[in-house]
């Protein structure tokens, strides 16, 4: 028998070759390929990791508005994000990616080494942009108020410092005032002797009619609507028995009544944060009113003798 201990023999493929190798030998050969499949796979996922950096990081709620990360500022998930990436070939900026924020206002992006790069953060709805570069990169908004997008860079290692903050502006109430008068020479002008009326009914509406508020005048005659969400509105003054509204739109509008013959006035838009003191009303008694007989019998009077001394003097 020539196999000794120690060596194994047996036959690669069907030919006559019989190789003959020691233990000794086979484990070393076998240890030594288990080597080699090591080196390789730490050069293969080196080199994955050298190619492929990530960019991040978060979307928040800049709850005081000032474009800085503060402690109790929550992040703000399902915010949709998307990564650019500026393709040579098109000289052309690419929209290659785009994420949603997690949970916690986080978000990842898988980019090439060396590559340029932007990001686009797209406003909740009701949500505005916190100002940007407000504070250190790791803590500031870096989305443009308008765009949402960030500046490019170029690439070269993990970066998470992309950020947007949101928040949802505080609506700024609007309001409308102001006066209805006694307008007691029936011109349509406000005037030094004539007095505000008390307790006169003003109704505030939407253009499309839906009514807002109701107001009485205070002893002075003024009135107004506060804390309005900006829009189109008109109001109805309600006028008192035995009162009618006088002449519309005489004189400037600070001095004039803007109520028509029904105590309606024309529809007015209010935006955010505007107050329109300029919404009066004249009204006056309907005894104040020249009846037709008091006007009519000293005019044909003064008519008359004019004609009688005409004929005189011929
Ligand atoms: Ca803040
Ligand atoms: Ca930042
Ligand atoms: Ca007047
Ligand atoms: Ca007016």
């Not at 098109?90 to 340029?116: P, V």
């Not at 529809?267 to 006056?284: E, Q």
Request: charged residues 25%; aromatic residues 14%; hydrophobic residues 35%.
């Amino acid at each position: 028998m020539l196999i000794k201990k120690n060596v194994v023999a047996y036959y690669h493929g069907g030919g006559n070759t019989l190789k003959r190798l020691s233990k000794p030998n086979y484990v070393f050969k076998i240890a030594r390929v288990a080597i080699l499949m090591i080196v390789a796979l730490i050069a293969l996922s080196t080199q994955a990791s050298a190619c492929h950096v990530s960019i991040g990081d978060k979307v928040w709620n800049d709850l005081d508005m000032d474009g800085k990360q503060d402690k109790g500022e929550p992040g703000i998930p399902e915010v949709s994000v998307y990564l650019y990436k500026y393709d040579f070939c098109k000289d052309e900026w690419i929209q290659i990616q785009d994420t949603k924020t997690n949970e916690d206002g986080e978000y990842s992006f898988s980019a090439s080494y060396g590559c340029y790069y932007y990001v686009k953060f797209e406003l909740i709805e009701g949500y505005v942009f916190s100002p940007k570069d407000n504070a250190k990169p790791w803590k500031d908004s870096d989305a443009d108020v308008i765009t949402g997008n960030t500046k490019w860079r170029q690439i070269w290692c993990n970066y998470d410092k992309w950020d947007a903050g949101m928040y949802k502006p505080t609506p700024k109430p609007a309001g409308v005032g102001n006066y209805v008068w006694n307008d007691l020479n029936v011109n349509g002008i406000q005037e030094d002797d004539e007095d505000g009326m008390e307790g006169v009914t003003v109704k505030l509406y939407t253009c499309s009619g839906q009514l807002v508020d109701t107001k009485l005048t205070d002893e002075d005659g003024y009135y107004e609507f506060t804390d309005l969400e900006a829009g189109d509105y008109y109001i109805e003054f309600v006028s008192p028995s035995g009162y009618i509204f006088t002449l519309a739109d005489q004189g400037e509008e600070d001095e004039d009544s803007d109520a028509q013959t029904g105590g309606a006035t024309s529809c007015f838009t209010l935006n955010a944060g505007d107050y329109n003191s300029l919404v009066d009303a004249g009204i006056h008694s309907m005894e104040e009113i020249p009846e037709f007989p008091t006007v009519a019998l000293p005019m044909v009077a003064i008519i008359g003798l004019a004609f009688v001394f005409g004929r005189r003097k011929e």
